[in-house]
């Protein structure tokens, strides 16, 4: 799979940033728009879930009957759906650790699993500045997956969970 420069397994590391030798944390570059500032100078808080919910679809994909992405996600979950699934946002958990400035630099957003069930997941996010690698931002969101022709929860399959499995970590609220 080709790289583009917004989506990578190994990009550059800012200062600051620690590499994740395991390859369970998909890295992602995400831009922040003058609009998503506040009148404090900073991200808004609804913005950051706007990015998160961005770096979510940069790692796993659109489902595929929404959207045109322009390049590959780096692991090909949720676009491999079938045409009447949604994934449904049960939960979000977000913790501030610093100010979010705007940059005319992608902010940097890791994504990985937490936990995985019968017919959801749980996903993590670290968002560090992406001029200093500033630790600013961690998050989960739990999705569940919805079958909206039976109109019932949809189980994820083998191969779905064993893609999703390769991408599980640690919570990054266990210790924080």
Same mark, same amino acid.
């Given at each position: 799979?080709?790289?583009?420069?917004?989506?990578?397994?190994?990009?550059?590391?800012?200062?600051? +940033?620690?590499?994740?030798?395991?390859?369970? &944390?998909? &890295?992602?570059?995400?831009?922040?728009?003058? @609009? *998503?500032?506040?009148?404090? @100078?900073?991200?808004?808080? =609804?913005?950051?879930?706007?990015?998160?919910?961005?770096? &979510?679809?940069?790692?796993? @994909?659109?489902?595929? #009957?929404?959207?045109?992405?322009?390049?590959?996600?780096?692991?090909?979950?949720?676009?491999?759906?079938?045409?009447?699934?949604?994934?449904? =946002?049960?939960?979000?958990?977000?913790?501030?650790? +610093?100010?979010?400035? $705007?940059?005319?630099?992608?902010?940097?957003? *890791? =994504?990985?699993?937490?936990?995985?069930?019968?017919?959801?997941?749980?996903?993590? $996010?670290?968002?560090?500045? @992406?001029?200093?690698?500033?630790?600013? =931002?961690?998050?989960?969101?739990?999705?569940?997956?919805? *079958?909206?022709?039976?109109?019932?929860?949809? &189980?994820?399959?083998?191969?779905?969970?064993?893609? +999703?499995?390769? #991408?599980?970590?640690?919570?990054?609220?266990?210790? +924080?």
């Amino acid at each position: 799979m080709a790289e583009s420069p917004l989506t990578t397994n190994a990009p550059p590391e800012p200062a600051g +940033a620690r590499a994740d030798p395991s390859g369970v &944390r998909l &890295r992602t570059q995400v831009p922040l728009r003058w @609009g *998503d500032m506040d009148a404090y @100078g900073h991200i808004n808080n =609804v913005e950051v879930l706007r990015l998160l919910e961005e770096a &979510r679809i940069r790692a796993f @994909g659109a489902p595929a #009957h929404t959207g045109s992405p322009v390049g590959e996600p780096l692991a090909p979950l949720f676009n491999e759906l079938p045409r009447h699934a949604q994934a449904l =946002v049960i939960e979000h958990r977000v913790r501030y650790l +610093a100010s979010l400035e $705007y940059r005319d630099v992608p902010a940097q957003i *890791d =994504v990985w699993v937490t936990q995985l069930k019968g017919a959801g997941l749980t996903l993590a $996010y670290e968002i560090r500045d @992406g001029v200093d690698g500033t630790r600013c =931002v961690i998050a989960e969101t739990q999705l569940a997956f919805f *079958d909206t022709e039976a109109h019932r929860l949809l &189980r994820l399959s083998t191969q779905q969970r064993e893609q +999703a499995a390769a #991408h599980q970590g640690q919570s990054p609220f266990r210790g +924080a």
